[in-house]
Each structure stands twice: as structure tokens, then as C-alpha cells.
């Protein structure tokens, strides 16, 4: 596959061209890549080099996700490309968002053979994951298309690093999306991740005000940078003041990698600190991820109490819902719910395009 024509780019003085996809605003010559390494200047004008062009294809379980409000047990069509808008120290899966040699050894499929593979095996949705699908725009939004078109939704995980005259479109594809909420503090953001943390609260907030995409919410829990109780309580008034009480969140364990491999891995205790936390503050639906968790895995109804999802790391083990109700008490809970629960498990099966 040829290297496709990129969408949110101009041309500016001294025969550059600016991508305007991010807040990044790369400004290229001929032959240049931006930042995230795939949106490249040929020829003049902006190319997306990762068009088609993929580092893998799994069919997971939608709570892996992490999706704990969106079609539960049901299977997910998951594949990424390569590279990031964003430059985490601490990057939980650099070896996609870091690479350079995704031309040489990914594995290649069109839009089309994305949906019609997410229909054979019978995924209720995709997900465009792994790395950052933003900076691969016109490939996910091309693929969300053709998965509409058979009855498939869509699925983004992402940091929302966006810039609002590009987010408009790429949401318009999206049925549900699980946002990246590194920290509450600019410092961190400027510091471990090289971006702007106000970008993210804005798109957050147009997700939840000006769209009807399903969102939950991840923040990874590093000891030592964004773990203790300040932080955490400013983090969760925020969500619950500005996205409402019932978006998802979800508190994360780290562990070493890249580029931050001094710190330890995160305590069980510490998820449970922050999920009290949360709570505390008003948020109804809060979970562990990356521990084995049994009451940070389960959906409580917020009225009575009552266990209505139980899980055991991606496999749920009991159903209390009467369609998106509260079986025992009637309590209306948030999300995107079929009658019954999906039954795929916590399986993940690989594909491989030929």
C-alpha cells in the first residue's frame, strides 16, 4: 500500500506544509515526518505513512479496553499502527507507539477487509488501539465507516490530544471511547508526557456536552508522580464537576518500562486508596485495572448495592441487570447494555492477515 494523502494540513511560507491535527502543529519540508514519526511531507503535502499498515489484529474481550459500560462479554476486533502525538516517559506500550519500523513489518488491510474480518468473527465492535489512533485519523475513520455499514461499532482508545477542527469528524465515527486521563497536573503533562494537559479537559468535555460517544475514563497510577491524595481528590472532583458522576473511571496499576523503569510497580492498596477517593467525591463507577481485583472488577449499583456485574479480570461470573436497570432495585445504570451479556470471556485470539 502506497503511503496515503493526509487530511488537517496547509501550506505555509518557506515551502513547509503545517499538520493541523494536533496541537503540535508540526511545520515540515520535504521529507520530514512530524512528531508522531507517521504523518510525513511528500511531495509537497502532507502523507500518512501507516495507512493500512498495522502492527497486529486481536479479537479481546471489550472489558480489556478498558470498557466496563459498553457491551459487556462481548468480543472486540483490537489492531493499532505505530507511533504517538505524545511522548510519555513512562509509555506502557512503546514498543508500538515507539517504533519506526512498522512499514517493514506490519501486516497490511484495507477498511474494507477490517469490517468484513470484525463480521466473521462476529466482534460486536472494533477498536482502534494500541497506539494512538488520532494520529492515524483517516485510516480509523475510513474503517469506522465500512464498520457502520455492516451493523459494527467503533471503539477509540485514546489521550484525546486533538485539535478541535479535526476532533469534530474523527468522533462523528466513534461509538464509544476510552480517554487516557494521565493526571490532573499541567506539570506532569508538560513534564512526563511533552503535552498540554488543557487540550485533553477540553476535548473531554466537548466528548461529554457536544456528542453521544459512550465514555470511560483510564488514569495509570505511577508512585510518586501523580498517586497521592491531592492529586487524586482534585483529579475525581474534576471528572465528577465537569463529565458528571456517571462517566467510568478506571485506576490503573504502572508498571517499569520505557523510559520509567526507577519506580516500582503500583500497590493493590494504592488502586484501592484511589477508588475510595473517587467515591468520596461522587463518582458512581469506579474500577481497578492491571490487578487481580475482584471488587475493583464488579459494577455496584450505586442506589442499593447490589453486585450487578461481576468479573474476574476480563471474564464476568454474574449478571444482575434487567436491560440497563438495576434487576433488584430499578436504579437506571449508565452505559450501553444489551439484554444479555455477551459470553466471549477473557480469550484473546491473535489474526493475521495474509
Not at 467503533?154 to 493526571?183: C, M, P, Q
Request: charged share 25%; hydrophobic share 35%.
Amino acid at each position: 500500500m502506497s503511503n496515503q494523502t493526509a487530511r488537517y494540513w496547509r501550506q505555509i511560507e518557506n515551502g513547509k506544509i503545517q499538520c493541523d491535527l494536533c496541537p503540535r502543529h508540526c511545520q515540515l519540508k520535504d521529507g520530514q515526518r512530524g512528531f508522531c514519526f507517521v504523518r510525513a511531507c511528500e511531495g509537497n503535502q502532507l502523507v500518512l505513512t501507516t495507512y493500512g499498515r498495522n502492527t497486529g489484529f486481536c479479537v479481546d474481550p471489550i472489558e480489556k479496553k478498558p470498557l466496563n459500560h459498553f457491551l459487556p462479554g462481548t468480543p472486540v476486533l483490537s489492531f493499532g499502527t505505530a507511533g504517538c502525538n505524545l511522548g510519555c516517559r513512562f509509555c506502557q506500550n512503546w514498543e508500538s507507539s515507539k517504533s519506526r519500523e512498522v512499514a517493514r513489518g506490519s501486516q497490511k488491510a484495507t477498511a474494507e477487509q477490517v469490517a468484513e474480518t470484525a463480521k466473521e468473527a462476529n466482534c460486536r465492535s472494533v477498536a482502534f488501539t494500541y497506539n494512538e489512533p488520532i494520529i492515524w485519523a483517516e485510516y480509523a475513520i475510513d474503517s469506522a465507516i465500512a464498520c457502520h455499514e455492516r451493523g459494527i461499532k467503533t471503539v477509540a482508545v485514546t489521550a484525546g490530544y486533538i485539535n478541535e477542527g479535526a476532533r469534530e469528524e474523527f468522533f462523528a465515527h466513534i461509538d464509544a471511547a476510552n480517554v487516557d486521563l494521565k493526571s490532573i497536573s499541567p506539570a506532569f503533562y508538560r513534564k512526563l508526557c511533552f503535552a498540554e494537559l488543557e487540550t485533553v479537559l477540553e476535548t473531554l468535555v466537548w466528548l461529554k456536552t457536544e456528542t453521544n460517544v459512550w465514555i470511560e475514563l483510564t488514569n495509570l497510577v505511577i508512585p510518586g508522580k501523580n498517586d497521592d491524595e491531592a492529586e487524586l481528590n482534585k483529579l475525581s472532583q474534576w471528572v465528577c464537576e465537569n463529565l458528571g458522576k456517571d462517566v467510568p473511571i478506571h485506576f490503573s496499576a504502572f508498571h517499569p518500562d520505557f523510559k520509567m523503569r526507577d519506580r516500582s510497580r503500583t500497590p493493590a492498596s494504592t488502586l484501592a486508596k484511589a477508588r475510595k477517593i473517587a467515591k468520596q467525591n461522587g463518582l458512581r463507577y469506579v474500577y481497578s485495572g492491571n490487578v487481580h481485583d475482584l471488587a475493583g472488577d464488579a459494577t455496584i449499583c450505586p442506589d442499593c448495592g447490589e453486585v450487578l456485574i461481576q468479573r474476574d479480570w476480563y471474564k464476568l461470573l454474574s449478571w444482575n441487570l434487567d436491560g440497563d436497570k438495576c434487576a433488584n432495585c430499578g436504579c437506571v445504570i449508565a452505559g450501553v447494555f444489551e439484554k444479555e451479556p455477551g459470553d466471549w470471556g477473557a480469550k484473546r485470539a491473535p489474526l493475521w492477515f495474509r
